[in-house]
């Protein structure tokens, strides 16, 4: 049976979507079914009405798995988006990238509150008592203990981004890990706990770095980073470019083993994501979204021989690609 | 060939003539794509002309910028949705997902339903997804988006008043 595609009046258009909505809603009683009957018996263009809503459905039909999430999920970032415009963010794939990040919360702590956790993926920005300020990368435990002595913050697990606040509290500023404690000498740095220890990169003014477990002290100016370990601090080198990219929503590496960049997107994203000894080592430049690591990933395949082998949203390797191997060869 | 062209034509030359090159900066400085940009740039004036009554404006260029913006939501809304299904694909094996041009079918039909839906809220929007793809019943949507029952049937309404336009005219 065909439908007639002639629109009915707005008032039984209104009426059959009522009729709609409350046979919908599960709740619909026999007294309302046979109301219902007797409004759809009434006249044709009740009937009409009816039916070309029924039809609405069709349109959805096919509609599921991809398709369906792609046409919920669409709308995130647009709006954030178009707040951008104008403001001369270039590029669609970098706002999309940063948008996560516009939206900041900005959470008042006092300090007796400690334990500060951010889930995978997650980033927030914190501010002390003492009006420090505080950003918590992804998968990252701090407690804050201040005391009349000194401002202490004990960085449990993942990154820090500090900035310390006022100057002209006596109490000493210092960040402390199982590796090390930091001491902030006005300033702005990372801190980052690893397998191998702690990295301390200085962003600003210096920072007095010394191992838990010697007497030894080394301040670090502006510019520089050094890996802290229990007995013994490392060289002082350069700072990674992008070593806070992070902030900005960007993983940035510049010539890095696809290894390093792939255990660095891991952090942002949960579940396992490994990659094949075989191309571990090649080596990969360039920024990525943090945000949206699947956006990531993709972005690998245009330059480097590799595929994304994915058993589920959970268990991703990067692995070598059969046929860019065999056209490399 | 002027003496035929009627006085809101001259105006789009006009603007055309004197901001062209300018818009065409202010949408490069906003689309990553110089070619998209471009393409923006003339379907701002092609809108401009399509305009049943168009008054020369005070403030040409913040005008042009208005109109240009609207074209980049809904190119914006078109890109987010083709990423967002280029996305979801990632997440399922090579071999179940659907052919390259069975995917190009699908994204028009995307886009059409997301042209459908273009003047819901947000929120109207979701609510009325949730309820025609995944059959949520209005207490869960309304607990999944944050707002009242009644609140979650108007947005319904709304949405279905919304689809019944596209597909069969305004009611009479």
Same mark, same amino acid.
């Given at each position: 049976m065909s439908i007639p595609t002639r629109p009915v009046s707005s008032k039984v258009l209104d009426a059959a979507i009522a009729w709609q909505l409350c046979l919908d809603c599960g709740q619909g009683s026999d007294a309302e079914r046979e109301e219902f009957a007797k409004w759809y018996a009434a006249s044709d263009e009740h009937a009409r009405a009816w039916m070309q809503l029924g039809m609405l459905d069709q349109r959805f039909v096919g509609t599921t798995g991809p398709a369906r999430s792609a046409l919920i999920r669409s709308r995130e970032g647009v709006s954030r988006q178009m707040r951008n415009v104008g @403001? *001369?963010?270039? /590029?669609?794939? =970098?706002?999309?990238?940063l948008t996560l990040f516009l939206g900041d919360r900005f959470l008042p702590v006092n300090y007796w509150l400690a334990d500060q956790r951010t889930a995978t993926g997650e980033q927030r920005t914190i501010r002390l008592s003492d009006n420090t300020l505080i950003? =918590?990368?992804?998968?990252s435990a701090l407690d804050v203990k201040f005391d009349a002595k000194q401002r @202490? %913050?004990?960085? #449990?697990? /993942?990154?820090?981004?500090v900035e310390t606040g006022s100057h002209e509290d006596p109490r000493p500023f210092i960040v402390e890990t199982d590796e090390g404690q930091m001491r902030a000498l006005g300033t702005k740095f990372l801190v980052k706990r @690893?397998?191998?220890?702690? $990295? =301390?990169?200085? =962003? #600003?003014?210096?920072?007095?770095?010394?191992?838990q477990a010697s007497d030894n002290e080394l301040i670090l100016r502006e510019g520089q980073q050094m890996l802290i370990q229990r007995h013994s601090l490392g060289p002082m080198v350069a700072i990674a470019p992008g070593a806070d990219?992070?902030? @900005? /929503?960007m993983l940035v590496v510049d010539n890095a083993p696809l290894k390093d960049v792939i255990a660095e997107l891991g952090r942002y994203r949960s579940g396992y $994501?490994?990659?094949?000894?075989? %191309?571990? #080592? $090649?080596?990969?430049? *360039?920024s990525f979204p943090l945000n949206n690591t699947d956006l990531a990933l993709k972005a690998l395949l245009p330059t480097l021989p590799v595929e994304i082998e994915q058993r589920t949203h959970w268990w991703v390797t990067v692995v070598a690609s059969e046929n860019k191997q065999t056209r490399k060869l | 060939m002027s003496s035929f062209q009627s006085p809101q034509h001259?105006?789009?030359?006009?603007? &055309?003539?004197d901001h062209r090159s300018w818009l065409l900066a202010w949408l490069r400085r906003n689309v990553a794509c110089p070619h998209r940009a471009e393409d923006l740039s003339q379907d701002t004036f092609i809108r401009l002309l399509g305009r049943e009554q168009l008054d020369a404006p005070r403030e040409p260029r913040a005008f042009l910028v208005q109109v240009a913006k609207g074209l980049l939501f809904d190119y914006f809304r078109r890109a987010a949705l083709e990423q967002a299904y280029l996305n979801e694909l990632m997440l399922i094996p090579e071999a179940e997902q659907p052919s390259l041009e069975a995917q190009q079918l699908i994204l028009e039909d995307l886009k059409a339903i997301d042209r459908m839906l273009g003047k819901l809220s947000?929120? +109207?929007? +979701? +609510?009325?997804? &949730?309820?025609?793809?995944d059959g949520l019943t209005h207490a869960e949507i309304a607990e999944k988006i944050g707002v009242s029952v009644p609140r979650v049937r108007q947005y319904l309404a709304q949405g279905m008043r919304q689809c019944y336009i596209a597909l069969y005219g305004e009611p009479t």
């Open positions: @403001r *001369g963010v270039a /590029g669609f794939a =970098l706002a999309l990238g950003r =918590l990368n992804t998968h @202490r %913050v004990v960085l #449990q697990e /993942g990154e820090i981004f @690893r397998d191998d220890g702690t $990295l =301390l990169s200085v =962003l #600003q003014s210096a920072v007095a770095a010394h191992p990219a992070w902030m @900005r /929503g $994501l490994g990659v094949a000894s075989d %191309v571990a #080592q $090649l080596r990969i430049t *360039g | 001259q105006l789009v030359g006009t603007l &055309y003539r947000s929120k +109207a929007r +979701a +609510a009325f997804l &949730y309820n025609r793809l």
